[in-house]
């Protein structure tokens, strides 16, 4: 089955660049998608990608895809302390469109 | 803008004991989900729903879980015989044409 694979722990200071990155195993996604959950909150749709694009640029957020090497990736930039959160990447899978989620990128933003 | 909403925001029961979690999608959307996160671990599906009737479960999805669509704005999922290890928290997610999932506020559910 799927299998959707991210580091757990990122740390950068404000204002710089965060990268968090995502591999993925099943090549046949549509669409592919960030989503950003705050402590104690739901998982908001941050960006999404389709999967014949490779760059999709959203104010202060860039995802790349790298399809040969299933590898997805959210840029953010000018990191705030508000972006601090974790940052998970899914893959739809089936007819039914299910998420396969990853385990989550857990963002902490130093002032 | 429209939102998927979800009662109660936290539910306690106990063990053996019957729950139904309650959401309602956003209304001009046709695809529904149950998924759950135990805490610490990934976001799981449990169950896709489309055009009134179940489209896939998972395996966690067993003859304990149901779902359903009573009135055509309420979606639901009722765990019939509780048991501790189905204690996490539970989103409801809705999908419209654009193929955009959007998640509801969740549901903590505690199983003593």
């Known amino acids: 089955g799927e299998d959707v694979e991210q580091s757990l722990f990122l740390s950068v200071r404000e204002g710089d660049s965060s990268v968090i990155n995502c591999t993925y195993t099943?090549?046949?996604?549509?669409?592919l998608y960030w989503y950003k959950q705050e402590p104690g909150a739901g998982l908001q749709l941050l960006t999404y990608?389709?999967?014949?694009?490779d760059m999709k640029q959203d104010q202060r957020l860039t995802v790349l895809l790298n399809k040969k090497d299933k590898h997805l990736s959210l840029r953010i930039a000018d990191t705030q302390t508000g972006d601090s959160a974790i940052y998970f990447c899914?893959?739809?899978?089936?007819?039914?469109?299910?998420?396969?989620f990853g385990s989550g990128t857990r963002l902490l933003v130093r002032p | 803008e429209p939102e998927v909403t979800q009662t109660p925001s936290h539910q306690v029961t106990q063990m053996g004991q019957e729950v139904i979690l309650r959401c309602v999608p956003i209304?001009?959307?046709?695809?529904f989900y149950w998924y759950r996160q135990i805490l610490g671990q990934k976001v799981e599906f449990l169950v896709s729903?489309?055009?009134?009737?179940?489209?896939?479960k998972s395996e966690i999805f067993d003859d304990q879980f149901s779902v359903e669509r009573p009135d055509g704005s309420n979606f639901t999922l009722k765990i019939r015989s509780t048991k501790l290890e189905d204690s996490a928290m539970y989103f409801c997610?809705?999908?419209?044409?654009?193929?955009?999932?959007?998640f509801g506020p969740g549901t903590r559910l505690t199983v003593t």
């Open positions: 899914a893959v739809p899978m089936d007819s039914s469109y299910k998420l396969i």
């Open positions: 099943d090549s046949s996604s549509t669409y």
């Open positions: 990608i389709f999967s014949n694009m």
């Open positions: 209304s001009n959307h046709l695809y």
């Open positions: 729903f489309y055009n009134n009737e179940i489209s896939e």
């Open positions: 997610a809705s999908m419209g044409q654009a193929y955009e999932q959007y």
